[in-house]
């Protein structure tokens, strides 16, 4: 297939974005696409669990995954470190991107369906049991794939645009075309051990050598939510961003 469907793609998120009209919550959006053949989706059943579910299981005919992902602002992304609790700031920024986002995936899928391929929308967050807090899609994971980024020890994806921000995907049954150069690890705590500040910063503890703990995460998060309530009838968000925000690699200009 030629570029023209890949270019289309990034035009309607890049307008989409833009008719937004927040600068001062969010910056220019990256789109990257990954084969839904890709075998590192096959590794998910292991490093995520048996439950994680792998493009076919979404959409039968699926050939991609659209990946793209919407960076903070430098104003966003660095308040959480500085305040007690939630940052108010990151969580309009949190919940105006995550309601988008099923507007700009409806964008999408009118376009991809008008070019006779199928899609399938994702929902940009809570796409887990809180029961057992496991997760059917990882967004972070297909941006990973598609070589948008890698992995830090906060477990966030690092991009040429930094760390803070939010991922979305779509499958579909056009094929686009992957990048083919791998993106370069940023993680100093990941590379030589010289940094672990994600870790110190964590309120309760739950970033650690062993992983995360999903259920002290999510504790701290509810919490943060009930603040939010409290305090404003605006935004009941369960968010935190401080493991994100205290990372060297959450802005990139």
């Known amino acids: 297939m030629s570029g023209n469907m890949e270019k289309e ?16 919550l969010f910056r220019t959006p990256i789109i990257a696409y990954s084969s839904a053949s890709d075998e590192r989706y096959l590794d998910l059943k292991e490093i995520i669990g048996d439950w994680h579910l792998n493009p076919a299981q979404l ?29 108010p700031l990151w969580a309009e920024a949190y919940e105006v991107i995550n309601d ?31 029961k057992d807090m496991k997760c059917m899609w990882s967004h972070r994971s297909a941006a990973a794939i598609s ?20 991922f979305c995907t ?25 940094c672990g500040l994600c870790h110190k910063i964590c309120p309760v503890g739950a970033l650690s ?8 995460c999510n ?3 509810l919490k943060n939510r009930d603040i939010f309530r409290e305090r404003t009838a605006l935004y009941e968000t369960d968010i ?10 959450t802005y990139i200009e």
Request: with cysteine; proline share 6%.
């Open 170 to 194: 779509v499958l579909t049954s056009a094929l686009l075309e992957p990048k083919h150069d791998s993106a370069k690890a940023k993680c100093r705590g990941l590379i030589d051990g010289s």
């Open 147 to 166: 070589e948008m980024g890698t992995f830090g020890l906060n477990r966030l994806l690092i991009t040429e645009k930094g760390s803070g921000g939010r």
């Open 209 to 216: 050598p062993d992983g995360i703990d999903m259920f002290a």
């Open 219 to 221: 504790r701290e998060l």
């Open 59 to 87: 959409l039968p005919d699926v050939k991609s995954a659209i990946s793209y992902f919407v960076p903070f602002t430098k104003e966003v992304v660095y308040e959480p470190k500085n305040i007690k609790d939630g940052s």
């Open 9 to 24: 793609i990034v035009r309607i998120i890049y307008d989409e974005v833009l008719r937004l009209n927040r600068p001062d």
């Open 100 to 130: 988008y986002f099923n507007h700009i995936n409806d964008a999408l899928s009118v376009y991809i369906l008008s070019q006779g391929f199928s899609a399938k929308t994702i929902p940009a967050t809570h796409t887990y049991d809180p």
């Open 240 to 249: 935190c961003g401080k493991c994100i925000s205290i990372c060297p690699y």
